[in-house]
């Protein structure tokens, strides 16, 4: 890649749209380039195209400059060069398509580079055939929710987006078609993609290329097709381009094991970025028992079965047979209706009638938890209010053992959600529970008010006002 190409914010405008990519910030990194299988005349380059000047490697390995971001290639953690990956102690090391910008965010990065983190207890997981999905990754024992499964650096971290191709290339603009120049950009994005995976080490290349490419047949090429299939998406709060907000200027982690991971609607597992550690953590939302297969998210799964379907298409999933939900119609019709009602949170108010058992008026949200679970859907965010709301009315009521059972799902939640900062400990012991302020408030209630809606009332604005637990 030459250096120094002129770069107009109109001709970035104008090839930003269409080619960013559509991924939310926990889900796998896709891009919104066409996929499936394109004629042959929509693959060829235009005949007029010539390839940029392939960057050649130098004691900067490959800088490519504009406007306030320069990209480069880059292994990190940093090696001593000569360095053999297999004989390498730190916990691996990764190669980098990144801008200069990200590299000196995750040099400044506090800690950076500690090792990735060990599972407690080992290793508790293999990977092996998973019928018609290819390889998939599944538990050796039982694994319990908010146990961390694997902690990987990986094989190579690119953009997600193409606006480090987009500087250099906006003197395409005006020259070609809205298509041939995302042809191009495709084509030229494969070819740096390429350069990152030139630098792996024979092993590395081979586990690389070992990774399923369901986009062999839309122009993404060897490289390109393999990170939209299997990359994952980092989270933008935590890495992302200088300037750029949305999808545009994220990146995308390609890793050994963990791009083995299959999708499922009701997945046991989330994942999420470290900088410190350079690295991605799985952990299991709920318990997974010896031998299933451990699954992720690659759409968002609150969301109908269609939508589903569409959003999973992209990375060769077609049809999801990961449940009823998706493979039988009626059933997905169902869980559709169950899904858009889940949604919503149960508002809570207490009944004025005592002669109700005391914790009746919670019994919708009791309801809508258990709702959540049937459906398998511990990894949605919604999920996680249903618990943080449920812990909220047992405090007041001073129920003590529902207290409990739900504080000790919310700190595994807590701890697989990487928020363990925000769940309060004390909740997990009765003696610990009433040192709090959110019980202490309920007993400094004149006794006519507690378990009634105005007790509530007053003791909600109490908790909101001091909670670490988020609701
Ligand atoms: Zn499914």
Redesign the pocket.
Known sequence: MKRGFLNTPKAQKQLLQGTNTTSAATQPAQGSYKYGVLPEAELALPKDYKPLARPTEGPDVVTLKYGSNEYIYATLPPVPPGTKYSDFLGGGYSECWISDHIKRTIEATPNFPTLPLTPTGGKAYRIAKAGDKGLGMFATRLIRAGDLIIDERPLIVVPASSIALEGVLSYLANKYTPDQRLRIMLHEKDRCMELAYNKLDPERKKAFMALFNCHSRDGSGEFMGRVRTNGIGIDGEKLRDKDTTGDVGRYSAVCDEISRINH??CPNTVYHWHTDTFSVRVFAVRDIPTGAEITLKYCNIMAPAAE?AAALDRYGINP?A??V??SDPARAKIADERRARLKTRSMLVPPSTPEDPEDAWVQPAVKQLRELEEEGLQASDEYYHALGGLLVPYLFLQNVDKVLFYAKKLEALSKARDNLKNFEPLYLSREGMKTTESWKVVGRMPKSTRKTASGWLLFLQSYIAQRRTSM
Do not use: V
């Open positions: 499922s609607c589903r999801c990961c449940s939900s998706c």
